[in-house]
């Protein structure tokens, strides 16, 4: 029964493995594909530096993709996009998907 357990609890968690452009200006929006990033499993999408967590508008969501609008007051760098979860142990994980926004 535990085995059964851990595979439900994985089973939902957000997966990202891309972003499309990599490489995106203020106002830009950009694409990120996975696994459970649909409403039921996302509440909120982020882009942090490690230091500061810059919460983003997501302007589409399914359960495949989320397409998030890069903030005009988000500094340069290369941002890591990070979620937070939905439900009562809701949590923050940072995904391995990186946008690099350009001076």
Request: aromatic share 6%.
């Amino acid at each position: 029964m535990a085995t059964g357990l851990a595979a439900y609890a994985q089973e939902g968690t957000p997966r990202m493995f891309t972003a499309e452009p990599t490489s995106a200006q203020r106002g830009d929006v950009v694409t990120i594909a996975g696994d459970y990033l649909d409403t039921a499993c996302v509440a909120k999408v982020f882009l942090t530096d490690g230091k500061t967590d810059t919460p983003v508008d997501v302007t589409e969501q399914s359960k495949t993709t989320v397409k998030l609008k890069i903030p005009d007051k988000i500094g340069a760098g290369r941002w890591a996009v990070m979620v937070l979860t939905v439900g009562p142990n809701a949590k923050y994980i940072e995904e391995p998907v990186k946008v690099l926004i350009p001076e």
